[in-house]
């Protein structure tokens, strides 16, 4: 057994990785030596170094190198990624005591008392634009408690808030440096560094104009290929250097194997080896994950490993436009993973939330009614007396007095309703009411016409029992924008659906808009309806409010109907969305008709708006659905698990295979899908038809039987 000298520490790995990004490190001389000189002197001469630049230009590199010369001055340092930090001022001071090694729940003062015990220290925070919400309360609360002698050093994509400008205590202590490409001789630095040859660098540098993504991209691509670039364009701007070179990076991609997992990457918000094993279905998932690591467009944080935000769009699209078949099922299988990860506690409720969601960023009638640019630019809380005033003010404004004394009435009735969203300045932007209608009494319906109408609506359809809980969205606006589509309606649907998701004693929920039309796509995907005798008047302008019972449709069923929607486009979901809600009389097809049907449905099974026709929407199978958008997707999830009930003995798995590459990801023929599967055409057909004929057999049970759900 080999002998340590316990004098000596052994060698970290970080020490390594740190020697390493040293070696590859280049060019940023200037922003080097104006960081080490602060640290030499005697008294700092500002506190806050804010570096800002677009994505790829190598502020994260930079930092890493910050706080190597911390290290070699003997400057304690701590560095904080702020897509590790939940957006919240707990979140925030939670990464800052864990940075600092701190033990125990402490106080915000604690945390900055022991930050402030180091005579001269060095805090960095990447990623500071996602912190952007906490930007005021940053700089008037806790970087003033940090002693004197602390350098605060933030790397963002955008420029300071001018607050830091307007503020005479800041102006003195700021200084500001905007990163940009490398000159010349940085680049070429860099690709010598990267083992390419002289005469490829005045090539290189018409590409790339000294971005640093584009040289590493293209250093990437030369590494693989071999071989030099074709000089068939002459781009002017940077994101079209970085797409171009990264389609060509992409056909230089090893494997397949290799592509999907790029594929995977894009897709995803964050990858982990765990997430890309479940995906791939592949052992060679840790080989694959650890490619991934060495490319240099792909960051990691805590969460794993995520692509350049240029390099996601240009993968997902070109996955989206060459196969959508195959962006479907990785959609559904990153998703089916979350929730796996979620039930096994490996993943936290917050995490997943914000994973399932980014998933949906394509969705149809989804995307267009949120503000995607300004995700992040916002947070809630629950409102305090101080926000009072404000909110009358908003509802006068938009709505009139009569409004503003009906909300008057509900922040006097139930306070706690209403949440406020506030921005980097921790202004009030917005808010939205949860208003709790079953603790509503007599009086409050007669002082709210919304909340009255709402309430004879219920009573028309079903009366509540005495658990059942109703939730009124009844007001929701932004300051500025009222209900349009900006920040403030990103908060709205956070919060909505959090509610909806959580609350299990919830029986009805309301939300209530100005121009109900407008959102009668949206709703109807999600299968809210326009519930027209719970529309209301006020001050002249009508109202109109979407409904949902979630009695009928508890959140799991309609959670995996709304997902269902995700997989079609606009035009295929055209002709159900413009239809109302309704029940359908049931028909009672013999076993011949069913089985013909069944045929015709699996036939049909990617195109919607055909299986809008089928008989077996208003057979058995169906009877307990009360809606034909929810059928028809109802219906597509019960073929697929009909199918998916072949996988459970090894010698129908094959049967499954064929069902899957005709129906569920077909091939553009049955001679391609036999290719596929490697089998002989005679083989491959019977195969199909057995598969055929078992998922008959499978649905007609649930017809005869009602076994639906």
Not at 90 to 111: K, M, N, P, R
Not at 678 to 704: C, D, K, N
Request: aromatic share 12%.
């Amino acid at each position: 057994m080999a002998s340590f000298d316990s004098t000596h520490r052994p060698a970290r790995l970080s020490e390594r990785l740190a020697q390493s990004r040293k070696r590859r490190f280049v060019g940023r001389q200037s922003e080097l030596e104006l960081f080490r000189s602060v640290l030499l002197q005697t008294e700092l001469p500002f506190n806050l170094l804010h570096l800002f630049g677009p994505g790829g230009i190598g502020k994260t590199s930079l930092l890493h190198q910050y706080a190597q010369l911390a290290e070699e001055q003997g400057v304690p340092c701590f560095l904080l990624e702020s897509r590790n930090i939940d957006l919240s001022k707990s979140g925030f001071l939670l990464a800052l005591q864990a940075a600092l090694g701190l033990d125990g729940i402490l106080s915000e003062d604690s945390i900055c008392e022991a930050l402030a015990e180091f005579e001269r220290s060095v805090l960095l925070i990447d990623t500071y634009e996602l912190l952007q919400p906490l930007d005021s309360w940053l700089r008037e609360t806790i970087l003033p408690q940090f002693h004197s002698q602390c350098l605060v050093v933030i790397a963002g994509r955008n420029p300071p808030n001018p607050a830091w400008y307007t503020d005479l205590g800041w102006q003195e202590l700021v200084r500001v440096v905007s990163l940009r490409n490398f000159a010349p001789e940085e680049s070429q630095n860099y690709l010598e560094q990267r083992g390419l040859a002289p005469e490829q660098f005045e090539q290189v540098l018409k590409f790339t104009h000294g971005h640093p993504l584009a040289l590493s991209l293209i250093a990437d691509l030369l590494a693989q290929s071999g071989t030099t670039p074709k000089a068939a364009f002459n781009p002017e701007h940077e994101p079209d250097i970085i797409r171009v070179l990264l389609e060509r990076f992409l056909e230089q991609v090893p494997t397949p194997l290799h592509r999907r997992a790029l594929e995977i990457c894009s897709l995803t918000r964050t990858t982990t080896e765990a997430s890309l094993s479940y995906l791939l279905e592949d052992e060679k998932a840790p080989q694959l994950f650890a490619w991934l690591r060495t490319l240099s467009f792909i960051e990691q944080s805590s969460d794993g490993l995520f692509p350049h935000n240029l390099v996601r769009e240009v993968i997902e699209a070109d996955l989206r436009w060459r196969n959508p078949q195959k962006y479907r099922l990785l959609f559904r299988k990153a998703r089916e993973y979350l929730r796996e990860a979620r039930k096994a506690d490996t993943l936290e409720l917050q995490t997943f939330r914000v994973e399932l969601f980014y998933l949906l960023r394509n969705a149809p009638y989804f995307k267009r009614y949120l503000d995607w640019k300004s995700l992040g630019d916002a947070y809630a809380e629950t409102a305090t007396p101080l926000d009072f005033p404000q909110i009358i003010a908003t509802v006068k404004k938009y709505e009139g007095n009569r409004s503003a004394g009906i909300a008057q009435h509900w922040l006097n009735r139930q306070p706690h309703a209403f949440i406020v969203f506030r921005n980097s300045e921790n202004e009030l932007i917005g808010f939205m009411t949860n208003l709790a209608l079953h603790q509503a009494t007599p009086e409050d319906l007669e002082v709210d016409p919304g909340a009255k109408a709402v309430m004879n609506y219920i009573h028309t359809k079903m009366p509540l029992s005495p658990s059942d809980e109703v939730f009124h969205h009844r007001f929701w606006m932004g300051r500025d924008t009222y209900q349009k589509v900006a920040s403030a309606l990103n908060m709205t649907v956070l919060g909505t659906t959090r509610l909806w998701e959580t609350n299990r004693k919830l029986a009805w929920s309301f939300i209530s808009f100005a121009e109900p039309e407008f959102w009668q796509a949206h709703f109807s995907y999600i299968n809210f309806w326009l519930a027209e005798e719970a529309a209301f008047e006020i001050g002249g302008r009508r109202y109109g409010t979407y409904g949902h019972d979630w009695r009928k449709e508890p959140f799991p069923v309609w959670r995996d109907i709304v997902e269902e929607r995700d997989f079609s486009t606009e035009t295929e979901l055209e002709p159900l969305l413009a239809s109302k809600e309704l029940t359908l009389s049931v028909l009672a097809l013999s076993q011949a008709e069913f089985a013909e049907a069944c045929r015709l449905a699996l036939r049909n099974y990617t195109r919607p708006a055909v299986l809008l026709e089928s008989p077996l929407l208003r057979s058995g199978l169906l009877a307990n659905q009360q809606v034909s958008q929810t059928r028809i997707f109802t219906l597509q999830k019960l073929i697929r698990e009909a199918a998916e009930s072949l996988k459970t003995n090894p010698k129908d798995e094959k049967l499954y295979r064929a069902l899957w590459r005709t129906y569920f990801e077909p091939a553009a023929s049955q001679e391609l899908a036999a290719e596929s599967l490697s089998l002989p055409f005679s083989t491959y057909r019977s195969h199909l038809t057995a598969g055929i004929e078992r998922v008959i057999a499978w649905l007609w049970q649930r017809e005869m039987y009602g076994l639906t759900n």
